[in-house]
């Protein structure tokens, strides 16, 4: 509470205060002789939209701050602007809204990474989240330190990937670690529970590491950045980290650090924005050209294993004839083999041109410009089968290109699994920005290849 009491009065200071530098920046270059109080209050009016979310005390992602950051100083924005033209006389101009504007996109983020600081140094205690009343009870003796409670998830539902057991029946059998409660009391979300509770870490113990069970923590665990650990027989099958001193090993939700993450998402965001604006215009002749040549939808949308084995729908311009895969179900097939493939669709894989709805995707961030090549489900869990490592992939996004996709020929046959995590994992050890240009340049050549008919 005490930590919640000093957030809200660092929000309305920094409210205050950037409104009256605002303010009186404004006044200074204007010149105007006016009095600041109006100025400075709608300026700090401004400024409390926009730092609004500070007030939640949770720990976030450097990506994730920078986003609110630019989110909620478009709202303030568009606040100044409203007021601007309803009372003129109580807002600084044009030039006093781009003052505004310039300090909001400065200090908002500034401010959200002193509340992350804050976050982590109020953070305390671990939290076992598990399925199995005895691993989980094992699990909590052999923690080091204070432990916080435990969760108990059940296999998921077709509402949600998972969700949290009821607090009785065979939980019960946690009886011999008292100092361990449980924290699911009335139907808490995991969420909730872990935004509540401020753990300094999380540990796993999991029967079987699957999307629906320790992938589905991962994320919650993710976008609160919480350290994550696990027991040694799971972590081939997470990306693991070095081991801890009680004997656990540290998981890493990303491959990538903070830095590198919004740098990818800088680059993501750019290329889908220049590429949209690029390739836009061919959309309505794209959409007439699949209507006229086959019936059926002109967007083709299919369901993939998104990051942390989530699913997600993923567009594309339809190039099979409709309902292609009643019969066959999920199949890898050569194009020029697959009978299938329509007249127009053979063009639009050829150029790449089919996969243009993927850059709304890119642009909300459910897919990269490069990542692991998202893979239907169901071949998720038969490659599972041959390869049990193959999870690992989910620890990024999913990408329009990427290693694997550029060089999809040199896989050995009856190795596509084994050799797509190989290349996979490479990318993840080797990321860097110039990798992900190197790789769209590769594919831009192997596109230019096609048209030239090498």
Known sequence: MEHRRSQYLLYLLASILIGAVAAALTLV???????????????????????????????????????????????????????????????????????????????????????????????????????????????????NGPVTGYVRLVPRTTESLFRIADSTGDTCQLARSPDADELTEGGARLDTILAVAKPSRVVLAFSEVTRGSAFAVLEECHKYDIPVVTSEPADSRLLAGSSTDDGFVEVRTSPLTQRQELIKRIFDVVFAIVGLAAVGPLVPFIAIAVRLDSPGPVIYRQIRTERFGDIFVLPKFRTMVENAESETGAVIMDDNNDSRITAVGQYLRATYMDEIPQLVSILFGRMSVVGPRPERPELDEEWIEDVAAWSRRWHVKPGLTGFAQVDFESFEEGRYAADNLEADDWYMSEWSLWLDCKLVGMQLRKLFQKLGGD
């Open 29 to 143: 270059l204007q010149d105007t002789g006016r009095t600041v109080i109006g100025y400075a209050l709608v300026s700090s009016l401004a400024a409390a939209v926009a730092l609004y979310p500070l007030t939640k005390p949770v720990g976030r992602r450097l990506t994730a701050v920078v986003g609110i950051g630019l989110q909620q100083t478009i709202m303030a924005a568009v606040l100044l602007v409203t007021v601007h033209g309803v009372a003129s006389s109580f807002t600084p101009g044009i030039l006093g809204v781009g003052v505004i504007i310039v300090l909001l996109s400065v200090f908002v983020p500034s401010i959200a990474l002193v509340c992350q600081s804050r976050v982590k140094q109020n953070r305390k205690g671990a939290i076992v989240v598990g399925d199995n009343p005895e691993i989980i009870a094992a699990t909590v003796d052999s923690v």
